[in-house]
């Protein structure tokens, strides 16, 4: 495995930026043959032979904490600095970084006998299901996102039972597409529709076509983790570039969004069960377009909200089969924010002690605002690489600094492929918001700082 280092842009840039960043580039890996004209479209740049540009001083990214401060308190909150509280936390950050080192469990045989997925079933149904629904809407955070609010639980929704893994497609239309996605992001369409539609992209809508459709392959759409509504609005905008008016072959084929929400996928964090956008149940507002399999968080989020580490063992378990067995079929497209858990974004001059960290990593100073994306878990990696073929894009929704940044279909084989494809999405993100970004391809002595400086 190899070791990523920061992607650090240069002095010169003023960071303003007027518009969404937009590009096409792709991940320097070995890509597939659903691009014939990636001639033509815009490559990536060297970080040698780039233009050099400067740290934006005073952007700070969304969910950024201001300068010495944590979440939650106030700036002149002497007893939470002192070094044991942040020794405590450290110790918290140190535990994360362990548990994500672990192996997953592979279904068949183990503690769980011959039968893993009957045990997880059982598990899971012997929970209350209100008790469990609260405990699962303790991974909320007030600053996730302001599309979001709380869902009361309903015993007659299923989706609100623990054994739920996935929720159907319930699909009405491209204009129901839109008009969510645009209520969510008001420069939906000049941010997050247009690299899609640009007709340098015409190639690989019509592979995506091709290979959902006719010949039965599957594709992994792969995004950072910024804010938890992104992976859903940039789903919005395949959907709306597929369907909105596009033709296929001579025959001139248009393609009904209900038709093409079988073949959606997208992996949302279980926590969505529990929050409303718009006056309805959020899944229901993503269901329009895809199938949506319910994850839980496996480290901090879920020591935060308290829940047990066996039910989110069984949750995962039967949620990871029942993605199998949809891919199994072929012709599937999963969207999902690769990383797991959000990306990590840090102010300028935040703390002493991770500006030492920083120095310490990279061997140099760093004054600027960073975004750092957290390990691919290794059940992530097993998806991908299961799915053959990724898409990778950069998003950012923060209005301070929109971008999207479209790759190429590109084929993993390895997990060392996956980090590759993580680098390709920070250097990405790095180039459209001109904010430092990281991807860590392991943990590090940065990281664990980091979530213990931020934590809440």
């Not at 994500?100 to 997880?120: F, L, M, N, S, T």
């Not at 047990?308 to 378990?317: G, I």
Request: aromatic share 6%; glycine share 6%; proline share 8%.
């Amino acid at each position: 495995m190899t070791t990523s280092q920061p992607h650090t842009r240069g002095p010169g840039s003023n960071g303003d930026i007027d518009r969404p960043s937009v590009t096409i580039d792709g991940p320097a890996l070995d890509q597939t043959d659903s691009h014939p004209n990636a001639d033509t479209c815009e490559e990536a740049v060297p970080e040698e032979d780039q233009p050099m540009e400067a740290q934006p001083t005073n952007t700070v990214p969304t969910n950024t904490v201001p300068t010495n401060t944590v979440p939650g308190e106030k700036p002149d909150d002497i007893p939470d600095r002192r070094p044991g509280r942040f020794r405590e936390r450290l110790e918290e950050a140190w535990g994360e970084a362990r548990e994500r080192r672990q192996p997953e469990e592979e279904p068949g045989g183990g503690e769980h006998g011959d039968d893993p997925e009957a045990w997880a079933r059982a598990l899971l149904q012997a929970e209350d299901p209100k008790e469990y629904f609260d405990t699962v809407s303790g991974l909320a955070r007030v600053d996730q996102s302001s599309v979001l609010s709380p869902l009361e639980f309903d015993p007659d929704v299923p989706f609100h039972h623990p054994q739920a893994t996935y929720v159907d497609p319930e699909p009405q239309g491209i204009e129901t597409v839109k008009l969510y996605a645009r209520t969510a992001s008001p420069i939906f369409d000049t941010q997050i529709a247009a690299p899609f539609a640009n007709p340098m992209r015409a190639d690989m809508i019509a592979d995506i076509y091709q290979r959902l459709m006719l010949d039965g392959r599957n594709l992994a759409l792969i995004t950072n983790h910024g804010d938890i509504v992104d992976i859903a609005v940039v789903l919005a905008g395949l959907t709306t570039a597929m369907c909105d008016g596009r033709t296929y072959g001579v025959l001139e084929e248009e393609l009904a969004q209900e038709d093409l929400a079988e073949h959606f996928n997208i992996m949302v964090s279980r926590m969505v069960t529990t929050r409303q956008a718009f006056g309805i149940p959020a899944l229901s507002v993503v269901a329009n377009m895809a199938r949506t399999f319910l994850s839980l968080p496996q480290t901090h989020s879920r020591r935060r909200a308290r829940i047990d580490p066996e039910l989110v063992r069984a949750s995962n378990m039967l949620m990871r089969a029942d993605l199998s067995r949809y891919l199994a079929q072929g012709g599937q497209l999963l969207a999902m924010a690769a990383s797991g858990s959000q990306d990590l974004s840090l102010a300028a001059n935040f703390a002493a002690r991770v500006r030492n960290a920083w120095q310490g990593f990279r061997g140099e100073d760093h004054e600027g605002p960073s975004m750092h994306l957290q390990p691919l878990y290794p059940g992530t990696m097993k998806i991908m690489l299961e799915c053959q073929d990724v898409l990778p894009l950069a998003v950012c929704m923060d209005p301070k600094n929109p971008t999207t940044q479209l790759g190429s279909i590109t084929r993993v084989r390895t997990e060392d492929d996956c980090h590759r494809v993580m680098d390709w999405i920070a250097a990405a993100h790095q180039r459209g918001t001109g904010i430092t970004t990281v991807y860590h391809d392991a943990e590090d002595d940065l990281l664990t700082n980091i979530r213990a400086a931020i934590s809440r």
